[in-house]
């Protein structure tokens, strides 16, 4: 294919030439003379592994060129890849002045070449994003201005993807070529196959999914990896005050691909709660700060916790309804368990704002409470027994809004669909794609 790479710092000098050595005629812009002249002569303007040599080989053969043109570049391409640049602005906001820029250029060089009838080829135009950028940037301020330059519809008179890169720097020329996955955020499935044909071969999982997902994939890849490094950070940070080898405990604790690196736990819901997490957690921050040791990550997890069953509060109160049910009470399925369950804790909060409560739980029976699980109830719900339900159909009768925070199959089958009371969804119902088109509908974190 005929591809111009647009902005050639790591990013894109390391996509122009892997993607010419796959055999694509590539041509790399930057508004950078030096760097463009350094692509011509076969150098690389990135100091990075194997780019040097890379770039020498495809320069030699004719697969990669260099201009500082956009029109040139664009005019001679089927598939513009977008690399600028998109740094922070002081205030950490997202500069988005180097996509605006060379997007209007796209958009002028666009409506040019579709004044001629087209540049001599079948091929629709297909612009695609690679720069980092917060989701809705693409949909919402890209494609407008696409759209407003070239007189015409994304989808349909041109195509546009977003199409995030997993190159980490040191060592982006061996992710290129192995990368851990493909994704393509796309509005047609035209431009989608563009995006697929240009990677044809490598190794990894495809993914085609809506634009605006694309885009906050790339975050959340950053987001946890970033993480990760604090959080291992801050436990060898407390390990090492407490006399502890940290590298011993992450030994054990990666070694762990049921719970710790694995799936678990990474699905957004409610908050979590029970007799471990919470106390495990407030314990370590506690040993942290005697040992004047600062773990502003592991510090925030509870807050944060906090702040999600707040969420579910405020959904309430934005219905502006007062006759509440709730499905479920324990911390999770399967146990009567109410310590520290953030199902307690958003009853509490409720019952004490004057809501007219009612909850089901099947394994929650007052006269079965024993020990510390009885006496942390009564301590945080006194009136439990008068707000227990003995069935489903008794909470829907009662309730205009109710909380599901359950999967209990007995719940589930009865939940109505688009009539009688709203539902705030606290655990993904298995059906919840199909509810969230449907009136009354509402779920927390999707």
């Not at 090492?240 to 957004?268: E, T």
């Amino acid at each position: 294919m005929r591809v111009s790479v647009l902005g050639l710092g790591y990013v894109g000098c390391v996509s122009a030439a892997c993607l010419a050595s796959m055999g694509h005629e590539v041509i790399g812009v930057d508004v950078n003379p030096a760097k463009v002249d350094l692509v011509n002569d076969g150098k690389a303007p990135v100091v990075e592994e194997r780019i040097g040599e890379l770039i020498a080989e495809v320069v030699r053969t004719g697969a990669l060129r260099a201009t500082g043109d956009v029109r040139e570049a664009v005019m001679g391409s089927e598939v513009t890849l977008v690399c600028v640049g998109t740094p922070s602005e002081p205030n950490g906001s997202l500069c988005t002045t180097y996509l605006e820029r060379v997007t209007e250029q796209i958009g002028s060089v666009l409506a040019e070449r579709n004044g001629q009838g087209g540049d001599g080829h079948d091929a629709r135009q297909t612009v695609v994003f690679r720069s980092t950028m917060l989701p809705g940037t693409c949909l919402n301020l890209l494609v407008p201005i696409l759209e407003k330059h070239v007189g015409g519809t994304a989808g349909v008179d041109f195509g546009v993807a977003v199409n995030p890169e997993f190159l980490r720097e040191g060592t982006s020329v061996r992710d290129f070529f192995d990368p851990p996955k493909t994704v393509i955020g796309t509005l047609d499935p035209v431009s989608a196959e563009a995006v697929a044909a240009l990677y044809d071969g490598l190794p990894g999982e495809v993914f085609r999914v809506p634009v605006p997902t694309a885009e906050a994939i790339k975050y959340a890849d950053n987001a946890f990896h970033g993480l990760k490094i604090g959080f291992a950070n801050e436990l060898g940070a407390v390990c090492q005050a407490l006399g502890v080898d940290s590298h011993q405990v992450m030994d054990v604790f990666l070694a762990d691909s049921k719970l710790n690196i694995s799936p678990a736990y990474l699905r957004p819901g409610f908050a979590f709660g029970g007799s471990c997490l919470p106390k495990d957690l407030r314990s370590l921050v506690h040993a942290a700060q005697r040992a004047d040791v600062s773990v502003p990550i592991l510090a925030h997890v509870l807050p944060s916790n906090s702040a999600h069953l707040q969420r579910a509060v405020e959904m309430v109160e934005r219905t502006g309804k007062r006759r509440v049910g709730l499905f479920g009470l324990s911390f999770k399925p399967g146990t009567d368990d109410l310590r520290e369950s953030p199902l307690v804790e958003l009853a509490e909060t409720l019952f004490g704002k004057g809501y007219d409560l009612r909850i089901h739980d099947a394994n929650v029976s007052l006269s079965r409470l024993l020990g510390a699980n009885r006496e942390y109830i009564e301590t945080r719900l006194p009136h439990l027994a008068d707000l227990l339900a003995d069935s489903v159909s008794e909470v829907l009768e009662h309730a205009e809004v109710c909380l599901v925070g359950t999967k209990d199959p007995a719940v589930l089958s009865a939940l109505p669909h688009g009539e009688g009371p709203l539902l705030i969804d606290l655990v993904r119902l298995p059906d919840a794609e199909k509810r969230r088109t449907e009136p009354g509908y509402m779920g927390l974190a999707w």
